[in-house]
């Protein structure tokens, strides 16, 4: 078994990279002197992932919504459902199912080892039958019709749809009360069993651990798989958006905004255009840029203005949003000042200032083991590592960002989204 | 735990420090207790918003965020809260840790001077705050309340309280009005500044690896000269609901709210909150809890129900969200969980289960700096600092009985539902 430590010069932490005789790849990052520990078992598997085939063979077709309902229906088996084990030992447990990844995970001050066998135990065995699945509709439904009230939500779903043509990312995570109705056991059970291979996995322990005390459950708990080539497709997606605006009413009494500016996406960002990027977006949209004193002189902001970059398979862009009494003007001024900067270039004291705050944010990231044990899963599964990612930050000068900067945020290729209060 | 050294610096201002070596950042808060009042409310929280916008070392807003982000990202950052009868301005720097600044700079240094600056050295011109930051800030402030009813859950649990404790301090919103808010001028908030400095509790809180020495000395210098005459934080409770009412809104939404207000009769430093506490718990504070098994999974009516304590106030409050036609079905299914526990309906396994998720959340918050902080913060409510350890043990002693009895104290006070149209 090959075991790798990871270690940072620059911060003085380390983890470790287990690559595992089952096919599971392990990271465990201890933190001396902390009470708990945080595990997270996640499969690159997400609400995109609804076309794929497995060693070359017939292509499949799913439901849009079933990785969600699957990450509900796992924490059941046939002896009942794993939040009654979890309460055995005291554990704090949950799961999420985000566009490119669905991840279990628990934290816990006592009795790691025994939580660490329950989520080890109840991902690797499914339990679906007809009447658990039917019983799910209603509380999914109600899930999905929570985030139909959320303006937040629904701000930003209706920009993808604007954005994007054909990739799935522009369907809500949980599907619709529609496209959940088609779920069944069968059909779960066929994407659990291509998705849930340990060849296409990950676990990740941070805090209160030993390596030795990981692998001693792992290699009681994890069961051998067969490596097994999977395709994912996506309808290809053209560079251009389809809607410049579209708007949605609601009963808001302040009005939200998104502005997305769709990128590039033929291969995932590597650490040193990712830090790039992230340096390039301060320099533009922090508190300390003279876009944002605009913008708010001009009364078209507020405190819940922010920025980010939202990547995965086949889908790259930046998006700007908050809450804004004229949200068009908003958006106007962000696209303006973005061309002048393009024909002006970015300003050398920006990038120092922005260079340090985004260095500092991911340092100060790796005191919380939560943070550290999902950016150590999103970083494997998109190719890429933490450590490194800080090092490129350090490293990066100013011409970097400025050639970044030439190849993204073009202005004529953005949608803005708008909710507000019906007339 | 890491202790805490508590000191009184000046005449109702205390420095808390807690030395922590394990994190990568250091955090200093100042807490400015205050007793909540229509009369006042508006203009605290709108006072702290523009001091945190600019002082007189950094007069200009984005000067100010520079010098910030130049310190590694640095954040200077407010929150009101209500707690109890009583506002909280908060006022908070925090940053990296000098280890790890590129070239010897010492941030936390750097940060406490700045908050100083900030709360004792405003940017006042001829004795007013620059009109532009203070319109700047009103407009926030005035968007902040106006978002509160973009989300349901929060403006539905927002309605509970002020129909609930509508004839008692606890009514008042943390922000107060927005008429009182535009009544604020650049004069009066001097005022405002001027009486906060002199008539609030404050209670700093520093959570770091490096010494607080020098920030404790920055403040307590910064205090000399200016009178003190510090109000009691205090807050009323009411042990008891005599009868309980019904409150309907309609809107257009997917999903209606349902949200119920409980008075327990216990509030700290009460000895028996701890009792209340895994009551609570154990009807609604866990993936575990009866709510959660039940009305949730086992009934299918709503994707979250789950409860919650003020063990300051005193108050219980449950809230779901549910489809129109269940409501009724949630609120009756809610309501014979708690008779349950009434009947002494709790299994050995609940008591214990419950005990160990609440001791795991206790210990969680000490790895980090913000968990620290608050559990260090939520305890000057009380009548002594308790470490983890000591909270541990008490929540273990708690029996069945006196969670039955604890159950059998609550009234319900208040339903509110936001339903669908």
């Known amino acids: 078994m090959n075991i790798q430590e990871i270690k940072s010069q620059r911060i003085g932490d380390s983890y470790y990279k287990i690559d595992h005789p089952t096919g599971l790849t392990i990271y465990v990052y201890p933190k001396e002197g902390y009470n708990s520990a945080y595990a997270i078992f996640g499969t690159k598997y997400g609400s995109i992932n609804t076309k794929f085939s497995v060693d070359d063979e017939n292509r499949i077709t799913v439901p849009d919504g079933i990785a969600h309902y699957l990450e509900h229906k796992l924490f059941e088996s046939e002896e009942g459902d794993a939040f009654a084990r979890y309460a055995k030992t005291g554990a704090n447990a949950n799961a999420y199912t985000s566009f490119e990844k669905t991840c279990y995970l628990f934290s816990c001050t006592d009795k790691f080892d025994e939580s660490l066998e329950i989520l080890l135990d109840f991902v690797q065995d499914p339990y679906f039958t007809a009447q658990t699945v039917a019983k799910e509709q209603g509380i999914i439904g109600q899930e999905i019709k929570m985030y139909d009230d959320s303006p937040e939500w629904r701000v930003m779903f209706n920009m993808l749809e604007g954005m994007y043509k054909n990739h799935p990312v522009k369907i809500d995570i949980a599907g619709t009360v529609e496209t959940i109705a088609e779920i069944t056991a069968e059909k779960l059970y066929e994407v659990y069993n291509v998705f849930y291979n340990l060849n296409n996995m990950v676990l990740c322990v941070s805090g209160n651990v030993t390596v030795e005390q990981v692998l001693r459950t792992a290699d009681k708990m994890l069961k051998p798989c067969e490596k097994h080539s999977i395709n994912n497709y996506f309808d290809e997606e053209p560079y251009e958006i389809c809607e410049p605006y579209v708007e949605q009413n609601f009963p808001v009494s302040m009005p939200l905004f998104n502005l997305g500016f769709k990128e590039r996406a033929d291969k995932i960002l590597d650490v040193k255009k990712l830090a790039c990027t992230d340096i390039l977006l301060a320099m533009i949209a922090s508190q300390t840029s003279p876009l944002y004193r605009e913008l708010l002189d001009n009364n078209l902001i507020n405190g819940s203005f922010s920025y980010e970059l939202f990547e995965g398979p086949g889908y790259c862009s930046v998006i700007f949003g908050g809450e804004s009494r004229a949200p068009k003007q908003a958006a106007e001024t962000i696209k303006q000042y973005i061309s002048k900067l393009k024909s002006e270039g970015l300003g050398k004291s920006d990038f120092e200032i922005s260079k340090k705050s985004v260095y500092g944010d991911a340092v100060s990231a790796l005191n919380s083991v939560s943070s550290i044990s999902n950016a150590v899963v999103d970083y494997h599964f998109n190719g890429n590592e933490l450590f490194s990612y800080i090092d490129a930050i350090a490293d990066i000068d100013f011409d970097d960002v400025s050639t970044r900067f030439s190849e993204m945020l073009d202005v004529n290729n953005c949608t803005l989204s708008v909710v507000k209060q019906t007339e | 735990m890491t202790a805490i050294n508590r000191e009184e610096i000046a005449k109702g201002v205390f420095f808390n420090s807690v030395r922590d070596n394990r994190f990568k950042t250091m955090k200093i808060t100042a807490n400015l207790i205050v007793p909540l009042t229509k009369e006042n409310a508006s203009a605290n929280a709108l006072l702290c918003g523009v001091l945190s916008h600019s002082c007189k070392a950094y007069p200009d807003f984005t000067e100010l965020s520079r010098k910030l982000s130049s310190l590694y990202g640095a954040d200077l950052g407010t929150s009101v809260k209500k707690i109890g009868d009583n506002q909280v301005l908060r006022i908070t720097a925090s940053g990296l840790d000098d280890r790890y600044a590129f070239d010897g700079d010492s941030v936390a240094r750097e940060l406490s001077k700045l908050l100083c600056n900030v709360i004792f050295e405003p940017n006042l011109i001829n004795d007013e705050f620059p009109k532009t930051d203070v319109e700047q800030e009103k407009r926030q402030l005035l968007d902040v309340i106006d978002s509160e009813f973009n989300d349901k859950r929060i403006y539905a649990n927002s309605q509970l309280v002020a129909n609930m404790c509508a004839d008692e301090v606890f009514g008042i919103k943390r922000y107060g009005t927005a008429d009182k808010i535009k009544e604020c001028t650049e004069q009066s908030l001097v005022d405002t500044w001027k009486n906060l400095l002199k008539t609030a509790k404050f209670e700093i809180m ?101 409860s919650i304590y003020d063990r300051i106030k005193g108050i219980i409050t449950v809230d779901s969200g549910v489809e129109g036609d269940n409501i009724e079905k949630a609120e009756q299914g809610i309501l014979n969980e708690i008779e349950e526990m009434k009947k002494g309906n709790i299994s050995d396994f609940e008591m214990e289960a419950t005990k160990m998720a609440v001791i795991n959340s206790f210990y969680s918050t000490n790895d980090t700096v913000g968990g620290i902080e608050a559990w260090y913060f939520s305890q000057l409510f009380d009548d002594r600092f308790r470490t983890m350890e000591e909270m541990a043990n008490e929540v273990n002693a708690v029996t069945k009985e006196q969670v039955v009895e604890a159950a059998r104290n609550i009234t319900l006070d208040t339903v509110y539902v936001l339903k669908n149209k």
């Open chain 2, 206 to 306: 520093y959570v770091g690896d490096s010494s607080p020495d020098l920030a404790e000395e920055v403040f307590a210098k910064a205090f000399e000269g200016i009178e003190r005459q510090p109000q009691a934080v205090t807050t009323e409770i009411a042990r008891k609901a005599d009868s309980s009412k019904h409150i309907c809104e309609e809107m257009d939404l997917s999903q209606s709210k349902l949200v119920m207000g409980f008075r327990t009769g216990t509030a700290i430093p009460d000895k028996d909150v701890n009792a209340v506490r895994l009551m609570c718990a154990i009807l609604g504070g866990t993936a575990n809890s009866k709510l959660f098994c039940n009305v949730r999974e086992k009934q299918s009516l709503c994707y979250y129900c789950s």
